[in-house]
C-alpha cells in the first residue's frame, strides 16, 4: 500500500453528535477519519495532517497518521510521564523560585487529571510526593518512605493518557483544581495565575513535541471564580486595641507613628505609606 498516496478532505460537521467535527482523509486508499469536539481542534489536527502530507512524510495506513506521530512513546504518553519530562526541561533554564512554583502548579493538576479516585492516598501525602519526588529532577533524592512510595505508584498507575486533556471536561476539572488550597478553601488569585500559566505551559509543549494537535487551554472559556474572603472578627483589632497600640509606638518609636497610624486610618498598603512625604 502507497504510505505517500495521501488525500486530505475538507472538515465536517455533523450535528448532534458529541464530538461533532471530523477530520476525514485518505492514506493509500483506504478512508480515515478522527472526530473531535471543537472546530478549532480539529481545524488544528487537519493542519497538521497537512504540513506533514506536504512535507512528504511517509503515512502510516494502519493509523492513517504520519509514521512519525506513531512513536512508541507518544502513543500511550500519560499525563504524569509528560509533566515530569516537563519539569525537566524546564529545570535547568529557571531559577529556584521558578522552579518550586513549577512543581507545585503540577502537584496542584496532577491528582485532577486521574482516571479514579478509588485507593487515592490523602490530599496532603499525594501532593507532598509529587512535589518532592516526581517534579523535582534537581538533585537525587533519598528513597521515599513507605507511604511517599505508595503514592506515586498510585498516581503512575491512575495517570489519565494525556492526549485526554482534548476533552474540555478533563482539562476543566484541572482547572477547578487550581482554585483550591489543600484546607479547601478557595486560592488566591495570583496563585491561581501563576499555577494557570504552567498548566497551559506544559499543555503548549506537549504540541511542540506532537503529543497534542493544539493547545487545549486555548479552547476553553474558563474564568477562575472570584474569592469569598470574610474578614474574622477575632482577627482584626478594635479601634481601642489600635489606639492603644499607636500610643505605644509614640512611646518607643515616635518616627513610625505616622505610618502605623496610615495603614489603619487610610486603610494605605505599607508601600503606600512609605512613599508618603
Known sequence: MDMFDVRIHAMRQRKNRRRPFEVRWHVGGRGK????ITRRLADSYR????????QGLPFDPATGEPVAWASSEGAAVTWLE???AYAAMKWPHVAAHTRAGIADALATITPALASTSAGRPPAMVLRAALYAYAYNPSRPAPSPGTETAR???WAERH??????LQDPRVARRALDALTVRLDGRRAAATTITRKRTVFHGIASYAVELGLL???PLDTI???APGAAITADRRAVASPAQVHAILAEISRCRPELTAFFGCLYLAALRPEEAVALR
Do not use: G, I, M, Y
Open 151 to 153: 503514592a506515586l505508584a
Open 33 to 36: 477519519s478522527r472526530s473531535f
Open 221 to 223: 472559556r474558563w474564568k
Open 82 to 84: 509528560h509533566a515530569v
Open 159 to 164: 495517570s489519565l493518557p494525556l492526549t485526554d
Open 47 to 54: 493542519a497538521e495532517l497537512v504540513r506533514a502530507a506536504r
Open 213 to 215: 494537535p493544539a493547545n
